[in-house]
């Protein structure tokens, strides 16, 4: 057991999901997941702003299999800060079924990154998410986009729809492959027509190095469990227009959630309403994420 107390209020992952009745196509990603700890093993970080349950790459990979899917996108989450530990220790474990995006500071050295990039490391985040960390300088983010550049790996970015605007420019200033994190999150009670998610589809038009996550439900949505209804004309607007640039996860073990939990099999069945078709299907979850994650 982690000697780490949660934070109170927030919820634990789901331990008996419903079996999903969609059968995800052969070699699918679940392409945004995290590890917390445990803590007794992988001390969450000093600056975090919260502290997780619990939840192990043992416990991640029985999820994986109980879905249906084949292989894993494991993001650092802030939690753990900069100590890429856990993160770490999943890799080198997962028998190649899993890869990993990582925090890391300007300060990095390649030997660093050599290590991270041996263990499945494929990318890096940057959080721009105020309530979960501080607003990070750009001037770092900018060397460490340098640095990963011999490594041919991408840039994770995650921010709320309300922040796109000032972050706009910084963010298609950036000389690489990038991914944002849950379309953005944007406002599931306005239209996806209206003006704040079109601005976040002019992005995604114009700069054909982006792709984008259409995940998390839970996180976005108003009307609720387990239909997530005002979530899904977004996503599906964004996999109907981006098709080769989706991607999609559970996001598991769902932090920081307090009106309700996940039931991730009720998850998985939401995939065939935002991607309709077996093609559009295949897209998100095997070649997009395999293209990303599996190129080398």
């Known amino acids: ?44 970080a000093p600056e975090r702003k919260y502290t997780p349950c619990d939840a192990s790459k043992d416990q991640l990979k029985a999820l994986r299999d109980f879905i249906g899917f084949s292989k894993n996108v494991i993001v650092q989450a802030s939690c753990h800060g900069a100590d890429n530990s856990a993160l770490v220790d ?20 390649n030997e660093e990154l050599q290590r991270l990039h041996e263990a499945g490391v494929r990318g890096v985040r940057f959080n721009f998410v105020k309530r979960l960390v501080d607003t990070p300088p750009v001037e770092p983010l900018r060397e460490i986009a340098q640095k990963i550049k011999a490594f041919g790996w991408h840039i994770v970015i995650y921010f709320e729809a309300a922040d796109l605007a000032e972050y706009y420019d910084f963010f298609i ?78 996001d598991w073990p769902h932090p920081n959630l307090k009106s ?14 935002i991607a309709p078709t077996a093609e559009l299907q295949q897209k998100l979850l095997v070649d997009n994420p395999m293209r990303l994650y599996w190129n080398d």
């Open 260 to 273: 309700h939990m996940v039931d991730d099999g009720h998850s998985v069945d939401l995939i065939p309403r």
């Open 1 to 44: 057991m982690s000697t780490f107390e949660k934070t109170p209020g927030w919820l634990d992952w789901c331990a008996n999901p419903t079996k999903p009745t969609f059968v995800a196509p052969e070699g699918a990603v679940d392409a945004h997941c995290h590890v917390f700890g445990p803590g007794d093993q992988f001390p969450y």
């Open 90 to 109: 999943a890799l080198i474990n997962s028998d190649g079924a899993a890869r990993g995006v990582a925090t890391v500071r300007a300060d990095v050295t």
């Open 173 to 250: 200033s950036l000389d690489a492959q990038i991914v944002i994190d849950h379309m953005g999150r944007p406002d599931v009670t306005k239209s996806p027509d209206g003006p704040e998610f079109a601005l976040f589809l002019k992005l995604m038009r114009e700069n054909p190095n982006f792709s984008c996550k259409v995940t998390c439900p839970e996180r976005l949505s108003v009307s609720g469990p387990p239909t997530y209804d005002d979530f899904v004309p977004f996503a599906r607007t964004v996999v109907e227009n981006f098709p080769d640039r989706v991607i999609w996860g559970t």
